[in-house]
């Protein structure tokens, strides 16, 4: 079973909706942290928002908001007000504690394709 | 603050020669970790360096190999080169080991003829 789920490969929005991109994921541990990322088609990959497990809050960065639901197992970004400048890749991201102490890599979904139209 | 750099960006090589790759981190940070990026098989993880140490390894073959240095930069070396080594490898920092917020760089793009 795939760890992290992204079940929409591409979506088109119109300029200054929110969007909210799904993601779920899969784990048996009860610390980890969960990521988004936004990748350009320049291929670096841009750091949008972190939620550990143990948070009680949603995450919020700015125009980026995590809605996290635990017991779904699901992380989905909000962006509000999008912009043309959103269009891009964005993947999510999870780490668990691995064996050896300390924790794993990250395990990353496919990705979403969003492009914003305007 | 500067982000996290990769060298080179880009280059070509042949079947069978060797590469090495570089990542400074973000000054401060001492984790480094190694991303692999291909359209078939998406992000994979690599490894993790955290104070000269790999921590961890993911699923890749040993020609894949890497190091960190006394001050956190890191390099990843791949040798006897095949053609789906073609990638954009992502170097990633983090202030602890394991923990927090990763911060990538722009990737250095192998092409393997």
């Known amino acids: 079973a795939q760890k992290i789920t992204q079940t929409q490969p591409g979506m088109f929005v119109q300029e200054k909706e929110a969007v909210t991109l799904d993601c779920t994921y899969d784990?048996?541990?009860?610390?980890?942290?969960l990521f988004w990322y936004k990748q350009p088609s320049s291929g670096e990959m841009i750091f949008l928002i972190y939620?550990?497990?143990?948070?009680?809050q949603n995450a919020t960065e700015g125009r980026y908001s995590l809605n996290f639901q635990k017991a779904r197992k699901s992380a989905n970004l909000v962006i509000s007000a999008s912009q043309l400048g959103d269009s891009a890749m964005y993947f999510c991201?999870?780490?668990?504690?691995?064996?050896?102490?300390?924790?794993?890599?990250?395990?990353f979904g496919k990705g979403t394709h969003l492009i914003i139209q305007p | 603050k500067a982000g996290v750099t990769q060298t080179p960006r880009y280059l070509i090589k042949t079947r069978g020669q060797q590469v090495t790759l570089s990542c400074s981190p973000i000054?401060?940070?001492?984790?480094v970790s190694w991303y692999q990026q291909t359209p078939g098989q998406g992000l994979q993880f690599l490894f993790e360096?955290?104070?000269?140490?790999?921590?961890n390894k993911g699923n890749f073959p040993g020609r894949f190999s890497g190091r960190q240095f006394s001050n956190s930069r890191s390099e990843m070396n791949v040798s006897t080169l095949e053609l789906g080594d073609s990638a954009l490898y992502l170097c990633?920092?983090?202030?602890?080991?394991?923990?927090?917020?990763?911060?990538f760089g722009e990737g250095s793009r192998l092409t393997v003829l």
């Open positions: 990633a920092s983090s202030q602890g080991a394991g923990t927090g917020e990763l911060f």
């Open positions: 784990t048996s541990d009860q610390s980890y942290g």
């Open positions: 939620q550990g497990s143990y948070d009680e």
């Open positions: 991201a999870m780490r668990e504690p691995y064996s050896g102490g300390g924790a794993d890599g990250l395990t």
């Open positions: 000054s401060g940070h001492r984790s």
């Open positions: 360096y955290f104070s000269e140490t790999q921590r």
